[in-house]
């Protein structure tokens, strides 16, 4: 089912941009040309399709997944290592080196380089739309409410998962001073005290502003770049840094931030 | 005044609009290798593999019911497609605008003509299953607004392939977008109560609802906790073994939501099996099986969204009929008896005649037989 389908794409591709941010988070960049990457442009009834989902883990190692080339971009210190291909990925997260595919109602554990370790159905009693985690060898789905749902274990594989099925919050609460004059205020909590906050500035029609937040400190983030951009994702790393991936006209800028 | 009656005659209320909103994002389906390709475009390839899904997929022009959706698969359609494989006649599904006309009960508009059955609203004024709009691109439903604050929606999505309920994007997601108001929708429902609970007929289930403004607040304690102050709304389901399983349910809820799931015989807290905060699994034997999910009240209620799983590894229908040993009581006693169907007890368990040749049938009674030699054991 995955192939491995490309290695070391190239260290020279992109650039790494500033490494100091506002408000004293530091920031790392690096620019992946959209030439990397498949890109459809919204059409009508269908917002653009572009890489929205990114995981990051330890050593400096991160993933993007491609939904139009249908394939997994591996990245090392935000430089693109290689690809693997991958048929249908709805979410994805690292496991110490390997990664934790969501297909649809399976997961499926596979090395950075694509080989194959093994899959598990989803258990029944997880709901359908989650996001994955992954905390220590078990490997849970967040719903919408942030509560975790027991997957699987994955030690020297993937095992069904044990216990009770529902495993409560997955993160402890942001709390966050909403911006002024904001007409609504939405937190995604992500671990390790990172937060993307998005504030509802202006209304017909509705005008955000993003931002990424840490004790306090924030960070502003694009939002509806590239015309009707693809959703853009973030993701804590084994080291605490924050992950973002925002696609602008150049490329997908992949950014790392750090207190 | 007869602008109003004719209004009314046609106007669909806010929680029917999520109850099938809900069915979109959590139908199962399956298909097979036949509905990866499709007979009327060479160059089409379905974004899915032969399996079982749920959530109907995205299909670019698409505006299907759920049971034509099934058919179409089963007659050999395509599933899904994107706007790069043209709007095709052999591929099934729903896009954005196919999904909101069909929750909305309407004709199929799209984002570019939604105008004309919508009315501008402001964020503030946004409600649950009002639409969020990006006319000539894409449009959700709005669902709820978790207590962080972010937006959760409906959408058929051609970027996740699917019909979802997506909570994780924040409001950045929607920028440039318009808050509409299908101009035919009422506040309001009135399902999920004692008298028209919300059937299940096939597990696994999962739901997505709302304990908050739920018609139903009649029960307010449950034998099984009893001093345990259930005394806010509720939310009923309920189904009917055939033969005895374990039932295993799941509620999850929101910051500043508590709602607890119980398990009972009939709807009125006097013959409850089981119940939880969070998860509970129970031995059900054959009969009607009620779940009822209700508000907690401690220092206030705590009335909310919550969101159901349930999976049941017995067998769901009428309960089979007792052999008495006489053939004129056999099935003859109504309720849920099979009245249609004699099943006579022997030493290797239950043996069927006359089940009209179904395979559920037959699935059922080698089960029984099954649960039968168990019990004996």
Same mark, same amino acid.
């Given at each position: ?259 | ?192 109560? #004692? &008298?028209? /609970?919300?059937? =299940? +007929?096939?597990?696994?289930? @999962? *739901?997505?609802?709302? %304990?908050? !403004? ?101 067998? #769901? &229908?009428? /309960?089979?009929? =007792? +052999?008495?040993?006489?053939? @004129? *009581?056999?099935?003859? %006693?109504? !309720? ?42």
């Amino acid at each position: 089912m995955l192939l491995f389908v490309s290695v070391a794409l190239a260290g020279d591709v992109g650039s790494v941009g500033p490494v100091s941010g506002p408000d004293g988070l530091r920031v790392e960049e690096r620019v992946v040309p959209w030439a990397e990457f498949g890109f459809v442009p919204a059409a009508q009834e269908q917002k653009a399709i572009g890489p929205d989902r990114v995981a990051a883990g330890a050593d400096g190692l991160a993933a993007v997944w491609d939904p139009v080339r249908q394939q997994v971009l591996v990245l090392h210190d935000l430089v693109v290592q290689g690809a693997f291909a991958a048929s249908r990925v709805d979410d994805l997260a690292f496991a110490g080196r390997d990664l934790v595919l969501l297909e649809g109602r399976t997961i499926a554990l596979v090395g950075a380089d694509g080989r194959d370790h093994g899959n598990l159905p989803v258990p029944d009693l997880v709901p359908t739309n989650i996001d994955l985690l992954v905390q220590g060898s078990d490997v849970w789905g967040v719903d919408p409410f942030g509560n975790r749902h027991a997957i699987a274990h994955v030690e020297g594989g993937l095992s069904v998962a044990t216990g009770a099925s529902f495993g409560g919050p997955a993160f402890a609460k942001v709390e966050v001073t909403p911006r002024a004059g904001a007409l609504k205020t939405s937190v995604r909590t992500l671990g390790a005290g990172w937060a993307i906050v998005d504030s509802v500035v202006s209304d017909f029609p509705i005008g955000v502003e993003r931002a990424v937040v840490h004790d306090g400190r924030s960070l502003p983030l694009e939002t509806r770049s590239r015309s009707w951009t693809p959703a853009d994702d973030a993701d804590v790393d084994a080291e605490g840094r924050l992950v973002v991936i925002v696609p602008l006209a150049d490329g997908l800028h992949v950014r790392r931030i750090s207190q | 005044m007869i602008t109003l009656l004719v209004a009314s005659a046609f106007a669909i209320d806010r929680e029917d609009v999520l109850d099938q909103a809900a069915q979109y994002a959590f139908h199962p389906w399956s298909m097979t290798s036949v509905n990866e390709t499709a007979d009327c475009s060479a160059s089409y390839q379905s974004d899915y593999v032969a399996g079982s899904y749920r959530g109907l997929p995205y299909d670019w022009g698409g505006y299907y019911t759920l049971d034509e959706y099934d058919q179409a698969i089963a007659d050999g359609l395509g599933a899904g497609s994107h706007s790069w494989h043209g709007v095709l006649s052999c591929t099934a599904g729903v896009d954005c605008s196919g999904f909101v006309s069909q929750v909305w009960d309407t004709a199929h508009y799209s984002t570019s003509t939604f105008y004309s059955v919508t009315t501008d609203i402001s964020i503030s004024e946004l409600k649950r299953a009002d639409a969020v709009n990006d006319a000539g691109s894409h449009v959700v439903l709005f669902a709820y607004e978790t207590g962080a604050g972010m937006p959760v929606f409906y959408e058929a999505a051609g970027s996740a392939q699917r019909t979802r309920l997506n909570s994780g994007a924040g409001w950045s997601y929607l920028d440039g977008y318009q808050p509409v108001r299908y101009d035919d929708i009422v506040d309001g429902g009135s399902s999920a109560t #004692v &008298g028209e /609970p919300i059937e =299940i +007929d096939a597990f696994p289930f @999962e *739901d997505f609802r709302w %304990t908050a !403004g739920a018609a139903s607040d009649v029960i307010d304690s449950y034998s099984c906790s009893p001093n345990t102050d259930e005394s806010g709304p509720e939310v009923l389901y309920k189904f009917s073994v055939a033969v005895a399983g374990t039932l295993h349910a799941v509620v999850s809820d929101d910051d500043g939501v508590d709602v607890d799931v119980h398990v009972m015989t009939s709807p009125d807290g006097e013959h409850c099996l089981a119940r939880h905060d969070s998860e509970v699994t129970v031995e059900v034997g054959p009969g009607d099986v009620w779940l009822a999910l209700d508000t907690y009240v401690g220092a206030h209620e705590f009335p909310g969204p919550f969101l159901l799983d349930v999976t049941f590894d017995g067998v #769901v &229908g009428d /309960p089979l009929p =007792i +052999d008495t040993g006489n053939p @004129e *009581d056999t099935g003859s %006693t109504g !309720g849920n008896r099979l009245p249609w169907r004699r099943v006579y007890a022997t030493d290797g368990g239950i043996s069927g005649c006359d089940t009209g040749g179904s395979p559920f049938a037959l699935l059922a009674i080698g089960l029984a037989s099954v649960a039968a030699r168990r019990r004996r054991a």
